[in-house]
């Protein structure tokens, strides 16, 4: 079977336009959407997504910006920042890029946004909650992949779904978003035994392990779902995902390319965690 391609592009072209009424309404109200995004130091892949999230809320018209900081900041100054952008009313979402500088502890720092603020989901609370299926806000990667399966009028229910990776940015939380779409869901690692049968029995299989390549033509089977969340830099330019996406197409019902696939995804759920949380702040529930 020849696999159909799930263009994330076009899915996340569809949900940053339905975005402007709801950035229009609030305007009418006085109020602008304010994303402000923290980048710590200079990581090259860092500065490039934080530069397309910057793009993308410009042209929403979200108020808001980065803050640059050198790679020397100390965590209290850190943590102080977040607590004055906690602070201003102005402010509806406080991102701040990760990976930190090593100096730098990253549970303190996730720990001190607040959650109201979250846009990313990656509190504690705002984890618990998703695990008790009252997401505030859900993480942006796998409440694309979510969208993508939606949008492609893919069912859940009742599915076999192995997850492959288990970070606390993506495949943790993909799984909750997946039990609560009622798929059976497995959460796979590198620690995992017979990985590539278990894979192989999967009706839904989501690669977030950051190899490239990994998920091989056998571990895929006949009629799969394929999500790849991967984006693995081969050489100066080339993007490769998890999963080998030539073997994998002939067989998968469905699959999604990289580039073109989740990564746009995560971005346009950003924007739409962030006008969430603007209305939140207008009405609060
Ligand atoms: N680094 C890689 N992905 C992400 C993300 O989704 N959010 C943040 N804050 N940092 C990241």
């Known amino acids: 079977m020849a696999a159909q391609i799930i263009d994330g592009k076009a899915i996340a072209a569809k949900a940053r336009k339905a975005l402007l009424p709801r950035v229009e309404a609030l305007k009418a109200k006085g109020i602008a959407?304010?994303?402000?995004?923290?980048?710590?130091?200079?990581d090259p892949a860092s500065a490039v997504y934080v530069r397309n999230k910057e793009?993308?809320?410009?042209?929403?018209?979200?108020?808001?910006?980065?803050?640059?900081?050198?790679?020397?900041?100390?965590?209290?100054?850190?943590?102080?920042?977040?607590?004055?952008?906690?602070?201003?009313?102005?402010?509806?979402?406080i991102l701040v890029q990760l990976p930190l500088p090593g100096h730098i502890l990253e549970s303190a720092v996730l720990a001190a946004i607040s959650p109201q603020k979250d846009v990313d989901g990656f509190h504690a609370v705002n984890a618990g909650r998703l695990m008790a299926g009252r997401p505030l806000f859900a993480p942006c990667t796998p409440k694309g992949v979510m969208r993508l399966l939606a949008e492609s009028g893919i069912e859940t229910?009742?599915?076999?779904?192995?997850?492959?990776?288990?970070?606390?940015?993506?495949?943790?939380?993909?799984?909750?978003?997946?039990?609560?779409?009622?798929?059976?869901?497995?959460?796979?690692?590198?620690?995992?035994?017979n990985l590539a049968a278990l894979c192989a029995g999967a009706d839904l299989l989501v690669a977030a392990i950051?190899?490239?390549?990994?998920?091989?033509?056998?571990?895929?089977?006949?009629?799969?779902?394929?999500?790849?969340?991967?984006?693995?830099?081969v050489g100066e330019k080339k993007l490769v995902g998890d999963v080998d996406f030539d073997g994998a197409s002939k067989k998968a019902s469905?699959?999604?390319?990289?580039?073109?696939?989740?990564?746009?995804?995560?971005?346009?759920?950003?924007?739409?965690?962030?006008?969430?949380?603007?209305?939140?702040?207008?009405?609060?529930?």
């Open 157 to 193: 229910r009742g599915k076999n779904a192995v997850v492959v990776g288990r970070s606390n940015i993506v495949g943790k939380p993909m799984a909750m978003l997946l039990l609560q779409a009622d798929c059976t869901v497995t959460i796979a690692h590198s620690k995992t035994q």
């Open 55 to 93: 793009r993308a809320a410009k042209e929403l018209g979200f108020l808001g910006g980065v803050l640059r900081l050198p790679a020397e900041t100390g965590q209290e100054e850190l943590l102080t920042l977040i607590k004055h952008l906690n602070d201003d009313e102005q402010v509806h979402g």
């Open 33 to 42: 959407p304010n994303l402000t995004v923290i980048l710590v130091g200079d």
């Open 254 to 285: 469905f699959i999604t390319p990289v580039p073109g696939g989740v990564g746009a995804m995560t971005i346009a759920m950003l924007m739409e965690n962030t006008v969430e949380a603007a209305e939140r702040a207008l009405a609060p529930c």
């Open 210 to 233: 950051g190899r490239p390549k990994f998920i091989t033509t056998e571990m895929v089977k006949e009629g799969a779902v394929v999500i790849d969340v991967g984006i693995n830099r």
